[in-house]
């Protein structure tokens, strides 16, 4: 009879067969470096910024309606300074000088009364309603 020979794994060695082994440590070993599964995020809102322009002693608009969230931006237009403040004192610009301008974030639902301190006459109403919908 023919004696069978059986080749040796990996080269001629003789121990027992360890690729099973092998194979389920390369599994491990990728499934550590594999990046963590990502869900789903909610979308990012985008913030929306409404401008109001400082011209010739008014601000315009004058009014305006907003959503929560939303910033305002002033930008002084004269040829001479202006501040922005809130009746209620809740935020306050700089002077700002020509093309100078001032960012304000509304987070809260209301009526916010606004003025310019070097010049009171001018005023101006930001209205910040919920979101419809």
Known sequence: MHKRTALAPFGGATKPDRAPLRIAVAWVLLMLMA??????QPAAAVETEVEITID???????????EPGTIVKWLNRDDI?????????TFKSKALDTDDSFLHKFNEVGEVDYFCSLHPHMTGRVIVRPRSG
């Open 35 to 40: 990046p963590a599964p990502t869900h789903p």
């Open 56 to 66: 010739n002693f008014t601000f315009t608009p004058a009014v305006i309606t907003i």
């Open 81 to 89: 300074p202006h501040m922005v403040v809130a009746k209620s004192l």
